[in-house]
């Protein structure tokens, strides 16, 4: 009788054992999403991360945060996510990742919707996925869009590009292509570097500046396109409605099942700062057709099929 009860009591200690690990295995993980708008790419970026989680096992339950685009807003809104205990920041947008960065101390954020990730390497708790596609991946669209062409033409605000544009020179140097860079410091440069271009080079490539493709420039840089009959690869899908002739576009739900994985690394354990920063993975495009009609340029069927957007 006495070992029948050490049998029953032995059990008993395993069933709750097991009961116990069972409890911490499937224990929800707290994460706050900090959005610095509440719009269509940061709901499908949401929405993408969410289900990357899920499909990983991850139980995670989310408080939502939107800044609505106003800075007043981040104070406070980060003493809040400090104050809750969440274990991850998922901060989308600059605002809200700048906000993160600055006042969230040592909890690890996940970033994502941001232009470039110079930024997230500067951190110890913080990586995340910009919008920038790498040069590479620029210039081997381009080729495949534009096989003909041979020279690049950009300008730029050496404050701002000059290391980009430095080592996208050297990447173009590889691919068999010409870079031509004309510097712009003030607006009154944009004219002169736009002629001196309209000299040599096959097309203009649309670097992301804050002074060279301000929207103040726009309209001037969509008419030398047309005017000297160079085609203008724009830096998002705005520029293709306005008359670039492509740009390259995004994913969201990818690119927030690509912050998912660095969440779940994050989650298990792996500090933010032994996690590379990363380009978009997928790359989707939009084309306007108009502009390539004008511009005498005759797309396959095969690129107009495949484009996210046509105009």
């Known amino acids: 009788m006495m070992l029948w009860k050490t049998i029953f009591i032995a059990l008993l200690s395993v069933l709750c054992l097991l009961s116990l690990g069972h409890g911490a295995a499937s224990a ?8 610095s708008l509440d719009e269509a790419p940061f709901r499908q970026t949401i929405a993408g991360f969410q289900a990357h989680l899920s499909k990983q096992g991850v ?4 408080d939502l945060y939107d800044l609505k685009g106003d800075v007043a807003q981040t104070g406070p809104t980060i003493l809040k996510i ?27 954020i996940i970033a994502g919707l941001v232009l470039r990730t110079d930024n997230l390497s500067k951190a110890s ?17 381009l080729q495949r869009f534009l096989p003909e062409v041979k020279t690049i033409g950009v300008i730029y605000n050496p404050e701002e590009n000059r290391k980009r544009v430095e080592a996208a020179d050297r990447i173009a140097k590889k ?4 870079l031509e860079a004309e510097e712009v410091n003030v607006p009154q ?18 670097v992301a500046d804050n002074l060279a493709l301000s929207p103040q420039i726009a ?5 030398f396109s047309f005017r000297n009959s ?10 293709v409605k306005a008359g670039a002739l492509y740009a390259l576009d995004w994913d969201y739900a990818d690119i927030g099942a690509q912050c998912g994985e660095m969440a779940r690394k994050v989650l298990q354990g792996a500090p933010p700062s032994s996690i590379v920063p990363e380009a978009p993975r997928k790359v989707l495009y939009s084309l306007n057709l108009s502009a390539a009609h004008q511009l005498k340029i005759d797309f396959p069927d095969e690129i107009v099929r495949g484009a996210r957007q046509t105009y």
């Open 28 to 35: 929800e993980e707290r994460i706050a999403v900090l959005t």
């Open 230 to 239: 160079i085609p203008l690869i724009g830096p998002s899908q705005t520029w």
């Open 219 to 223: 309209k001037n840089i969509i008419l």
């Open 175 to 178: 691919r068999g292509l010409q």
């Open 189 to 206: 440069d944009v004219p002169a570097a736009l002629n001196n271009l309209s000299k040599s080079a096959d097309v203009l490539w649309g």
């Open 125 to 141: 708790n913080v990586t995340g996925v910009g919008l920038e596609f790498s040069v590479e991946t620029q210039f081997a669209w």
């Open 82 to 108: 400090k104050k809750s205990g969440v274990k991850l920041i998922f901060a989308l947008g600059s605002l809200a990742t700048e906000a993160a960065i600055k006042g969230a101390g040592d909890i690890p």
């Open 59 to 62: 139980q995670a339950s989310y």
